[in-house]
């Protein structure tokens, strides 16, 4: 197994422990971030360090990782409050030193994830109300 996967195969879970151990090391205070029915898309660690300040931390895994809904509606918005939130991928130096630059969530977000407006979605239901009556239309044919 090469380092990239083996980086990868680690689960978010694990990568958090590892960072808060990490954080504390350095006198952070660390707190895990735990979801719940009114927390959805809150980033997975809050960090506070008495001369660097607060840290909001989402833990992702390096390679293969994606924005929840709730992370996709509550990211830009925390951003355009003023709200900094760091993505970090692993406890090691490199990442680290991430939390010293600018809030770094937009290097990893794609295109993709951005959420449909509401033309873009009365497209999709008109696109699928067309393809309904074509899947009607030939079966119909089909009957006769």
Do not use: C
């Not at 958090?16 to 954080?23: A, G, N, P, T």
């Not at 008109?126 to 009607?136: F, G, I, P, S, V």
């Amino acid at each position: 197994m090469n380092e990239r996967d083996e980086t990868d195969h680690k689960l978010e879970l694990q990568i958090q422990r590892e960072l808060v151990e990490f954080l504390r090391a350095r006198t952070w205070h660390s707190e895990r971030m735990l979801a719940n029915s009114f927390q959805y898309g809150i980033p997975d660690l809050y960090a506070f360090h008495r001369d660097f300040g607060h840290r909001w931390i989402e833990v992702k895994r390096p390679y293969s990782y994606s924005f929840t809904l709730r992370q996709r509606q509550k990211f830009p918005a925390w951003e355009k409050a003023g709200i900094g939130i760091w993505i970090l991928t692993a406890a090691t130096e490199d990442q680290y030193k991430l939390l010293f630059g600018p809030p770094n969530w937009r290097s990893y977000w794609r295109d993709s994830m951005a959420l449909p407006d509401r033309a873009a979605v009365d497209a999709m239901i008109d696109e699928l109300a067309e393809e309904q009556e074509r899947l009607q239309a030939q079966a119909a044919e089909g009957e006769g």
